[in-house]
């Protein structure tokens, strides 16, 4: 397993390489020091937080649930389109260990009941927002199942220069959200040829993430 929060040496930049030899974040716009360490802290991505098999124990729970449903056009704050979604709270005692894992690492061991699980499709996509404090507390963390992905982050406070940071979420891994990052920025999932990362397409496929919060 590897912790990435900082740059990461750099790998030879061609498609087919492997992710993990790459830096996870890229910034554009103007950043203050503080502000990017405390972003640093507040915005965690964890490369093979799940094993493959841990990914498709995951999966073999959760398709009987979300594949009956279909794929939806709309959400009642226009923040998504092209996905499904449940809310599972019992799982299997192979898989509660990994959500338990996650509780720890992010969470402090203390997180909402109900496990949220988003099926987005390969044409969806997630729009830039700030997730409602009325159904999330000060953390949001989440596993990327099926494919890898890129998120992008605008600070959304109106009298600050405008910055932002893509992170490259790759497949099996979990991001934590937490303080500055979860309040002050709005977040999407990229999607299309607009889906980049050290200037390299990103192939995002069809995508399961599992995702657990603090308490509101």
């Not at 996650?102 to 700030?130: S, T, Y």
């Not at 999607?191 to 990103?202: A, D, H, M, R």
Request: proline share 6%.
């Amino acid at each position: 397993m590897h912790l990435l929060r900082r740059l990461a040496p750099p790998g030879p930049k061609f498609p087919g390489v492997r992710w993990r030899n790459f830096s996870l974040v890229e910034y554009a716009g103007q950043w203050s020091g503080i502000e990017k360490l405390q972003f640093q802290a507040d915005m965690r991505v964890i490369s093979d937080f799940v094993t493959a098999e841990e990914e498709q124990w995951l999966l073999r729970e959760i398709e009987p649930h979300i594949s009956r449903l279909p794929y939806e056009s709309s959400h009642w704050d226009d923040a998504i389109h092209g996905y499904r979604e449940v809310q599972r709270r019992k799982w299997s005692p192979h898989n509660r260990t990994v959500l338990d894992r996650v509780c720890r690492e992010a969470c402090g061991g203390q997180v909402m009941p109900f496990v949220h699980i988003v099926d987005l499709a390969e044409v969806g996509g997630i729009k830039p927002h700030v997730d409602s404090t009325r159904f999330c507390g000060h953390t949001t963390a989440g596993i990327s199942l099926l494919s890898d992905c890129v998120m992008r982050m605008k600070r959304v406070a109106k009298d600050t220069a405008s910055h932002s940071a893509d992170l490259l979420l790759p497949r099996r891994s979990l991001y934590i959200m937490s303080h500055l990052a979860r309040y002050k920025f709005t977040h999407e999932i990229l999607v299309g040829e607009q889906s980049l990362f050290s200037k390299l397409p990103v192939k995002r496929k069809r995508r399961v993430s599992v995702i657990c919060r603090t308490e509101p």
